[in-house]
């Protein structure tokens, strides 16, 4: 069997004013997997996202991802984890606008303690395979959607992390720039990149990812294997 990179078991959180945002959740997820999570708004996808993150800690059961008991660490033991075991990919790009495309990928690389040099030469490796090497002393600001959601993809992988999590990437881009985004993803994934989309995109969970899992009203209602396309037209 492939090792787990992430393993939740019966994990539930509450809200502070006392509603249920995820009800005894599991949730196994093998390293090279393509997960994407799938729900309306409040259903509980976000919280889920934010537990394996380390954002948040459940009032019940555990989560533990690539070996770390996430659910045990105090704040900065959390930022720990985050800088070593995750890449994370929001909607919103959240790069540094003063620094240029480069600073913004060496930034975290210097932070967990990589040198220098080593951190310049991996972000002018993963700005080149990522097809955005021109850019490298360019600003943000200057960029087009797609751009800028590649430049955050790469600085989501300068540290190599085990875990790829992407949250709405997608969400403020036009069709075709989506499109380049969901292709990146997936050679990712085909790359060996373990990845989990948080979506509300049935297209992008099809094009990128290999097994979907469906929330609502806070608890895993559905868990699947990506199904033969005729198979599906057929449903």
């Given at each position: 069997?492939?090792e787990p990179v992430i393993?939740?078991?019966?994990?539930?959180?509450?809200?502070?004013d006392?509603?249920t945002?995820?009800?005894?959740?599991?949730?196994?997820?093998?390293?090279?997997?393509?997960?994407a999570?799938?729900?309306?708004?409040?259903?509980g996808?976000s919280t889920l996202?934010?537990l394996?993150?380390?954002?948040?800690?459940?009032?019940?059961?555990?989560v533990?991802?690539?070996g770390?008991?996430?659910?045990?660490?105090?704040?900065?033991?959390?930022?720990l984890?985050?800088?070593?075991k995750?890449?994370?990919?929001?909607q919103?790009?959240?790069?540094?606008d003063?620094?240029?495309?480069?600073?913004?990928?060496?930034?975290?690389?210097?932070l967990?303690?990589t040198?220098?040099a080593?951190?310049?030469r991996r972000?002018?490796?993963?700005?080149?395979?990522l097809?955005?090497?021109?850019?490298?002393?360019?600003y943000p600001?200057?960029?087009?959607?797609?751009?800028?959601?590649r430049?955050a993809?790469?600085r989501a992988?300068?540290?190599r992390?085990?875990?790829l999590?992407?949250?709405?990437?997608t969400?403020?881009l036009?069709?075709a720039?989506?499109?380049?985004?969901?292709?990146?993803?997936?050679?990712?994934?085909?790359?060996?990149?373990?990845?989990?989309v948080?979506?509300h995109?049935?297209?992008?969970?099809?094009?990128?990812?290999?097994?979907t899992?469906?929330?609502g009203?806070?608890?895993?209602?559905?868990?699947?294997?990506a199904?033969?396309?005729a198979?599906?037209?057929?449903r």
């Amino acid at each position: 069997m492939t090792e787990p990179v992430i393993e939740l078991h019966e994990v539930s959180r509450r809200y502070d004013d006392g509603r249920t945002a995820l009800r005894q959740a599991s949730l196994t997820v093998c390293r090279g997997e393509a997960v994407a999570v799938l729900g309306p708004s409040g259903s509980g996808k976000s919280t889920l996202l934010h537990l394996i993150a380390g954002l948040d800690r459940p009032d019940a059961g555990t989560v533990t991802v690539d070996g770390v008991r996430v659910d045990r660490l105090d704040e900065t033991g959390s930022a720990l984890y985050r800088r070593s075991k995750i890449g994370m990919v929001f909607q919103f790009f959240h790069l540094v606008d003063d620094l240029t495309v480069a600073e913004n990928l060496v930034l975290p690389a210097r932070l967990a303690g990589t040198g220098r040099a080593e951190a310049k030469r991996r972000a002018a490796e993963l700005l080149e395979n990522l097809g955005i090497g021109r850019h490298t002393r360019a600003y943000p600001g200057r960029l087009s959607g797609g751009e800028r959601q590649r430049v955050a993809v790469a600085r989501a992988l300068m540290n190599r992390p085990p875990l790829l999590l992407a949250d709405e990437p997608t969400g403020a881009l036009d069709s075709a720039a989506g499109q380049e985004v969901s292709r990146l993803l997936q050679d990712l994934n085909a790359d060996g990149q373990t990845l989990v989309v948080v979506t509300h995109d049935l297209a992008l969970a099809r094009a990128c990812t290999n097994r979907t899992v469906r929330i609502g009203d806070g608890r895993i209602t559905e868990d699947t294997a990506a199904q033969d396309p005729a198979a599906e037209a057929v449903r």
